[in-house]
Structure formats: C-alpha cells, structure tokens
C-alpha cells in the first residue's frame, strides 16, 4: 500500500484535517495496522514540499496540527496516473513456498509432508478470514476476499506442485 | 486417535476389482465436529464418505458409529441407521422431481413413519430456516441450483440426523451461491449439534469446515494427527 498516494487520493474528496485523513485511512485501508500520525503528517508534509498537497493556516484547537490540507493539480494529476495504472503481478513462484519444496527435494526431505503442513496452514488462516467474512461489514469481506483468492491460489500450486512431485524431484536431483 | 469419536475408520481398506480405492485409512470424528475430506479426483474421498456412511462395507478394517460397529451390521439395519441417524447431501439427483419441495422435505419423515400433518409442518420450518419459505408449492425442477441445494439440506436436516454427508455440495454451482449454501448447511449443522463430513474440492468448502483431511492415492493424511483437532 502507497501510503502518500492513498492520503493523496483521500485528499481528493475533500480538502481535511491529518486526523481526518488518519481515521479515513485506518478505516478503509489500515485495518489491523493503524498508520500512526506521525507518519500522517511527515507524508503531508512531504507532500506539500513536493507541490502536491497545499496547507492551509494553522487553526486554534487542540492536536499536534490543525492544518487543512488541499490536494494541488499536480497531486490529482499523480492519483489519476496511479489508480490507471495495474500494479506488477507477484512472481509466486520465486516465494519461499518454492524454495522449500525444491531444496526438500533436493536434500531429500519429506517435501510432501512440507507441502501438507502448508496447506493445513493456509487453511487454518482461510477459516479465519471465512469467519471474518461471515461476520463483518462488507469492506472487511472485500478485503477478505482478496486475502482468500490468494491463499486459494497458492493451495492450487501445492496441488498441481503435490502431483508433480515425482517428477520435480527427478529434475532437481538430476543436476 | 481422538478419544470418545462418533464415527471412526480403522485401516479400512477398499478396492474395485484390482483398483485399490482405499489403503488402511484410519479417521475418527468427534460429535458436532465439521471435516472436510480433500484430494484429488479419484483418491478415495468419495469412497472412505460411503464407507464412514455405511453405503459401502470395507473389504477390511472397522467402521464404529456410536460405539457399535457399523460395518458389520446387515443390510436391513445399515439402511435404518441411514434413515434415521445420518443424513445425505450430493452433488445432484438427490430430489424426486415429481414431488414438490414441501413433499421431499417431508418425505424421510413420512418414510420413518411420522404422522402425515407432523411431517409437512416440520418439513415447512426447515424451508423457513433455509430462506425456501414461499417455494414449498413447487415441483423441484423448477428450481435454481442453489435453491435445489437449499431444498436438499432441508431434507437432510428434517430427521435431525446425528452425521450429515455431503458429497460435493456446491461442486454445480457458482461461487457465491456455493458460499450461501455451505454457510446455511453449516450453520444450521452447527445450531443443531450435528456432524457434518464434507467431500470437497474446494478449498472455500474446507475453510468452513474446522479441519481437513487429505485422502491421495487411498492413503488418508491427517495434518491434525497426534490428537490435535483444531
């Protein structure tokens, strides 16, 4: 997650407050990892340095800033460019997941048994998010979701990897 | 093994003709507990469900229901076990489609001899609690896939079966409706105690289960085993 540029995209609703944007970001984004505030206002402050963000004057109040900020041209210029933009496709295969089985096989270790304990793990985490989903508020599940196409992509390699472990392990140990 | 199991395989072994269906598969499942059986086509998942049901009898080993043996009760009394203790959700084919909802739900009641006016109010709650309500009049042919799934886990659960086998529940049907149907099938199982054994290969279907078993080449795996169920 690009933090500057979610903060950038959030300012473009409307301009607000750095405890606004925090508790708009810790709520649509952030869940589970709150972003702390200092972080919310060295961002703004990066921001604006940059020209992609305006402060406006300092407001009586309490809190460490109560400066409303505005995004610029050149900030809604930069949303724009990134929210068009895909985002790289992960090399799944260069994870650990791979690692392991390969080394397993190659040193001669159980790499089925690997195989299986990862999947009973990855399932033990899917149960989490199934419930995640079952009880929360539709972001949650959306953001669930995304978690368990992951996780069921990766049970599919350990599948397809799982049969096809004869034949890895002839290729790995063969060189 | 898990201690006081509602059903249990010892090295139960299966073949068909030279085929090996199943090798020495040992499982034991507790009561209310819900197990996903997993594994590729043709690895004897189906089987060891058929056999933990009683559809099948194992060339060797024991099936234990309830602390009596299962595999080695006759015909007659195999089939009375199945009516009235277990319950059966499949794939497809498992409605009369001359019969309306209403009729099938009811049916393994009016079977068990239930009193005709009994069988059909029991049968319309559970259409209620399986949101099928206002289809009780309808020939089942009519119906969606996942309300054809919904009408077959109302007549499963209308006896108040002690284990419910579901033999690739959503495996018709698209994701979301798949998601709907094992959340009711679950949740209700859940509500009323009931133990649910699910062959899948879905992994969505295994995550609404509390653990999983794998079954590749007849062999059963057990990521739980050493008395760990969850």
New interface residues.
Partial sequence: MSVPLALLGLLEREPSHGYDLKHDYDTYFGRGKPLPFGQVYSTLARLARDGKVTAGQSEPGDGPDRKRYAITPIGRSEVESWLAEPVAAEPYLQTVLFTKVVLALMLGRDAAGYL??Q??A??RR??E??EIR?EGALIDVLLADHA?FR??AD?RWI?VT??RLGALAETVRGR | MIVNALLRAEKVSRSYGNTAALVEADLSVTASEVVAIMG?SGSGKSTLLHLLAGIFTPDSGEVWFDGRRLDTLDDSRRSELRRTAFGFVFQFGQLVPELTVADNVALPLLLGRTRRKDAYARAVSWLERLELADLGGRRTGELSGGQTQRVAIARALVTRPRVVFADEPTGALDSLTGEHVM?LLVGLAREEGTTVIVVTHD??V????DR?I?V?DGRV?D??AGGVVR
Avoid: G, N
């Fill in positions: 299986d304990a999947r009973a990855h399932l899917m149960r998010l199934t079952r368990l996780l069921e049970l599948d799982q049969a | 590729p959340d992994v969505r295994a995550a609404c289960a999983e794998i590749r795996t990521p739980y």
